[in-house]
């Protein structure tokens, strides 16, 4: 079967829904099956398609494309060169169009923007403009700001054939433990359901087009009150528990976002427990999936699984169980099936389509059950214009990506949603800082310290010191799981003792980047100014510090005053934890939102 430039499928004159319908009629079974799975790429050397010694463990690009007709794909790991990068895309758009039926890829990424980014959730910005994570544009709580964001990096993904966001992240962060609060909007429903519309209007418009980029809001139906705080890529923390009953709270944002034209979504790993749903994974969760979300809140467009339900695997070096949880008992086959009955169009991360032929050749799945999927999946790709051109022009992709303005905004949103929470007026602490004295530092990477004064090496020696800090977390084993900051949100006894040690010794400047809450009330009391970011670099903190900018954040979330509060709240309740030290919306450099309770 090859492909008719001549079909009623290539002509952009035509209706969507004709274009669809004469496309689906001429693919076979194999197609239809590899449209419904969406896997791992990652640029091959000097930009060519990787082959089977790719270091991910996945089929050869060309092998995924030609053999198993797969034409959705995740960008995996940090951007080459933007030229290469380019260029790469087009070579894999050329093997999709000379592929069966000419199919065009539709190439998606997790968030790449953010300036400090932890690789188990997010890529490395590389060469694109560098915001604050989504906590900071939170602290910001400014809607406007977040479109330009999410037009900046639509802009800058298009220019490079990014068309798919496997993102936002609306979550709600009720339980402080939870290592994935970093990529959320905080802990406040009617917050994250402002930024969310914004978030997606940025990055889709008010309907999916041409120069769309279309989202996967995620986690669906919220993966905030994971039980003790642990995550679901992990069988230890796969319960997701609501004591407080509070489940319908963490649909808010979700409603907010259907309502502002997500086209696709994605539902979490986690399985409810002591709730009117099925105790299984909510991606084999039919009373989830089809009950809530498509019969309930309305939602038409495509459901795409998390990552590996199906198969074991290997991410990061780490072996992988499938994330199949409740359904742990069931072959890859059968769980295909109860998750094709429960309303899920795709399948992330797996190249397996042979498991959806299998079922319907064995008369377990229906085809027409596959059409619905990929008349969904084959709607979104018209949209997109995929069909009409699927290339970039790779000077104009150069152009882009980290353009000058980009940047910039980018830059500024960083040393805005930095978050005063403690200052001194007085002392060789107070701000701004008089760069003319002695400074101790820890923690930065860059020289911009070096304008914060005279640095010398021991506390001792200087007249103020400024420590760069990250929250703190217990390290887990090793590979993949090392990258989930979980456990407690308490530094350990030494670490706070030292820390301690200094404020006592010199005027002492905290600045702590928060990935979650962190539990400091010693650290609070004794430091000359406590400081909290959320993605900002060294230079963007001494032009705060230096009063060169101003800081203007606000918490997204409370930080809670101890371990003992953590554990006796409810996780699936906002802020519910007793006499928190700092409160959501606490921070000296205020700003306002109408229509948020604060």
């Not at 070096?317 to 069931?330: C, D, F, I, K, S």
Request: aromatic content about 8%; glycine content about 10%.
């Amino acid at each position: 079967m090859s492909q008719d430039f001549t079909a009623p499928y290539w002509d952009p004159s035509l209706p969507v829904d004709r274009r669809v319908e004469d496309l689906l009629g001429r693919m076979s079974l194999e197609d239809k099956a590899g449209l419904m799975f969406q896997d791992m790429v990652i640029v091959g050397a000097d930009g060519q398609l990787a082959g089977d010694d790719n270091r991910i463990g996945k089929p050869a690009t060309e092998r995924a494309i030609r053999e198993l007709r797969m034409t959705h794909f995740n960008l995996l790991g940090a951007a080459p060169d933007v030229r290469e990068l380019a260029q790469w895309h087009n070579r894999l758009q050329e093997s999709a169009r000379s592929t069966g039926l000419g199919i065009p890829v539709t190439l998606s990424t997790d968030p790449r923007n953010a300036f400090s980014s932890n690789p188990g959730t997010a890529a490395k910005a590389g060469p694109f403009s560098q915001w604050p994570e989504s906590l900071g544009l939170a602290a910001l709580r400014d809607p406007a700001l977040v479109e330009r964001f999410a037009d900046s990096a639509r802009q800058e993904y298009l220019s490079v054939g990014l068309r798919s966001a496997l993102h936002p992240q609306i979550d709600l962060a009720t339980e402080p433990r939870w290592a994935r609060i970093g990529m959320t909007f905080g802990e406040d429903a009617d917050l994250t359901s402002q930024l969310v519309t914004a978030y997606i209007r940025g990055f889709q418009g008010t309907t999916v087009g041409k120069e769309s980029v279309s989202t996967m809001t995620k986690h669906f139906p919220g993966g905030g009150p994971q039980k003790d705080g642990e995550d679901p890529h992990f069988e230890y923390g796969r319960e997701q528990v609501y004591p407080g009953g509070r489940f319908d709270y963490h649909l808010k944002p979700f409603i907010a976002a259907i309502e502002a034209g997500a086209a696709q979504i994605m539902p979490y790993y986690g399985m409810p427990v002591d709730t009117e749903y099925e105790e299984v994974a909510f991606g084999f969760n039919k009373g989830i999936i089809t009950g809530l979300l498509r019969e309930r809140l309305g939602f038409q467009g495509i459901v795409c699984t998390d990552w590996g339900l199906l198969t074991d695997g290997v991410i990061m070096g780490q072996t992988m169980p499938a994330r199949a949880w409740g359904v742990e008992h069931l072959s890859p086959a059968e769980r295909v099936e109860k998750a094709l009955d429960a309303g899920v169009d795709q399948f992330g991360g797996e190249s397996v389509p042979e498991l959806i032929i299998g079922l319907v050749r064995n008369g377990r799945v229906a085809e027409e059950r596959l059409d619905v999927s990929v008349r969904r999946l084959l709607s979104e790709k018209f949209r997109l214009g995929l069909f009409e051109n699927p290339f970039v022009d790779v000077d104009n992709a150069a152009r882009t990506v980290g353009r000058a303005d980009f940047v910039a905004a980018g830059q500024e949103a960083q040393r805005a949603a930095i978050t005063r929470l403690t200052e001194t007026t007085a002392g060789a602490a107070a701000l701004p800082l008089s760069p003319d004295r002695r400074v101790y530092l820890e923690g930065f990477n860059t020289d911009a310290g070096r304008r914060l004064g005279t640095v010398v090496q021991d506390p001792n020696d200087a007249d103020v010191a400024v420590l760069r800090l990250a929250a703190p977390f217990e390290p887990r084993s090793g590979g993949f799981e090392a990258f989930f900051h979980a456990g407690s949100l308490e530094f350990s006894e030494a670490e706070r003792d030292r820390i301690l040690a200094i404020c006592s010794a010199v005027p002492t400047i905290i600045d702590l980047y928060l990935d979650r809450p962190a539990i400091i009330p010693e650290i609070a009391d004794a430091a000359g100014a406590l400081i909290v970011n959320f993605g900002a670099s060294d230079e963007a903190l001494a032009d705060v510090l230096l009063g060169i900018a101003r800081a203007r954040g606000r918490l997204p979330f409370d930080l809670p005053s101890s371990t003992r509060a953590v554990v006796e709240s409810c996780p699936d309740v906002p802020f519910d934890t007793l006499d928190p030290l700092f409160r959501f919306g606490e921070g000296l450099g205020r700003v306002s939102l109408p229509g948020v309770e604060l």
